[in-house]
């Protein structure tokens, strides 16, 4: 089946038609992918803006649409199925991609599947992977979530462990902001970590014991207190060695809660998704951890860790084949209830 996709949880526009072919989508191919990006809008202010984020997304998702269509040689004729993220993230910026879905399936009689956004970070690994199939763990990490679950099947995710303050990703970011990076600084944090070192400063790195559960608050504060002990003492920072060592201390906290939930669950199979999969760091400590206990990891490419309408398309169509079906009125929600799913 053709699935259109659309994603606007946040920061980027993003619009995808993609094949899913086989029982469970064993040929899978990203037929577009086109994604706007306001990171050079939100950087003005350090961070994302909600109302800025829903006008650009506005601006946005009509042309991209044209776009993504285009670019696969298709018109709404050729596609199956709808499909659009409804749930995390910021309501006025999901508002626009679930409102212009609903417009688009309801004009054109096709069948509309919500998505939730961290279920679509993980079936990212699907496109690469086709051995890929359920049970299997998935940790999810991005700006806005940090989350490692069990996907019993494709669409029936149970919560494991999640960050009980912030997400890595905003650690991350608000880290760098401190560092004077621009918005958003994880990519470039990654960078000056490669040319730092990483025992350079000890930071705590959190591992929550009897749970699988994480946190990063203490670590950004650490980095804040390091860097606000620095300009009173008149000593120079070394932007490199801050990013090598708060790298290290975020490495040792995600594979200390993976280590204790593996002892728990002897996971054979791990997805690793979002935003930050994208740190090459986190990408080759998690991959030691996976080769040390012998389970398969599974990475999307760092193209598809980031936000991107393919994701949507790939979990959409586990989602309508189970009959997961929405209709019109479909709404956005900010948060998907006490667990994110
Ligand atoms: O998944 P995503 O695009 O959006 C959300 O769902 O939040 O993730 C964006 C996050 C940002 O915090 C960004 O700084 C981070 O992913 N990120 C990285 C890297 N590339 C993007 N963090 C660390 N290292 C990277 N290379
Ligand atoms: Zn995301």
Redesign the pocket.
Known sequence: MIILAFES????TSVAVAELLGDSGESRRILSNKTATQIATHALYGGVVPEIAGRAHTEAISGLCYEALSAAGMTMKDIDAVAVTATP?LVGALLVGVNFAKGLALSYNKPLIAVN??KG?AAAAYYENPDLKAPFFAL??????TSLTYVKTPTEFVPVGRTRDD????A??KS?RRLGLP?????????LASAGNPDAITFPSAALRGSFDFSFSGLKTAVMNYLNGCAQKGEPVCREDVAASF?KAVCDSVTTQLEAAWKNYRFERLVFA?????????RRRIGDFCREHGVKLYMPS?PL????GAMIAAQAFFEYHEGHLANSSLNAKATAGKSVF
Do not use: K
């Not at 935003?275 to 760091?281: E, F, K, L, T, W």
């Open positions: 949880s946040c920061d980027e993230g956004h961290v970070h999810v990490a991005s700006g806005g979530h997400a890595v990703g905003e991350f970011d760098a918005y958003p600084g994880g990519a470039e944090m990654d960078r790298t979002g935003g930050v999969a994208a740190n090459s760091h986190l760092v860790c980031g936000d991107n």
